[in-house]
């Protein structure tokens, strides 16, 4: 079968907190985001594997405390005076600011001046900061002196639910039976959902196919498509 062309059309990803499932794997973090309010010192690092959830929980944050969020590499651009007084702000791959001097200058100095107003700071990585390569000995210690909250592997309900997302963020539908099956045969890690499901979509645009079982285990063991 001839196959089509695919063109990589950006996603919008349901970022709310209606959104977001809540199974065992998660729900002890998503409680700590909640009561933010009660955060030791008022602040908080959120730690999680690539395609956990960071995100997402990072936008519910912010819309629930009215926060601004800045990525860790724009941080040595940013107006750091001006970011502290923004109140509350989230700073996504904290952990990616190690080694970075400039980065770790402006962690270090945002830090401080918006817990000095009062604000309060939520922090995503992918390891806990203990485990962070910093060479600035203060920013280590800040850092290390933060509550942390941690997005363990997902359990089968929070893979399913994930799976359910992620076709769902690409307007796809599936049927029923597709998401125990995927979630049977899998690797069993958000970061190996998201790449199934974007294979998925591929294989079927590329070849005029409906998604279901048969593609999917093409898919699963790397078979050659038939037509």
């Not at 062309?5 to 990803?13: C, N, T, Y």
């Not at 002890?28 to 594997?49: C, N, T």
């Not at 995100?55 to 651009?77: E, K, N, R």
């Not at 702000?89 to 001097?101: K, M, N, P």
Request: some cysteine; overall charge neutral.
């Amino acid at each position: 079968m001839a196959e089509q062309l695919v063109f990589d059309l950006p996603l919008r990803a349901a970022r709310g907190r209606e959104d977001f499932f809540v199974s065992p794997a998660n729900a002890l973090a998503v409680a700590q985001i909640e009561r933010w309010g009660d955060w030791p010192q008022r602040k908080l690092v959120l730690v999680g594997p690539a395609g956990a959830g960071k995100t997402h929980l990072t936008h519910v944050w912010a819309g629930l405390a009215g926060a601004t969020i800045i990525a860790a590499s724009a941080l040595p651009g940013a107006d750091i005076s001006a970011l502290s007084r923004c109140g509350a702000v989230a700073v996504e791959d904290a952990d990616r600011t190690a080694g970075d001097t400039a980065a770790e200058q402006a962690l270090f100095h945002l830090h401080n001046l918006l817990l000095a107003e009062g604000g309060t700071l939520f922090l995503t990585a992918r390891i806990a900061p203990r485990l962070w390569p910093l060479a600035l000995p203060d920013l280590k210690s800040r850092m290390e002196a933060t509550a942390t909250a941690t997005l363990e592997p997902p359990d089968d309900m929070l893979l399913s639910a994930l799976l359910v997302k992620l076709f769902t963020d690409r307007q796809l539908a599936v049927p029923p039976g597709l998401i125990p099956y995927l979630v049977g045969r899998m690797e069993r890690s958000f970061a190996a959902a998201q790449a199934l499901v974007t294979a998925l979509d591929a294989r079927a645009l590329a070849t005029g196919r409906k998604i279901g079982e048969r593609l999917a285990a093409e898919v699963l063991d790397n078979r050659p498509t038939r037509g």
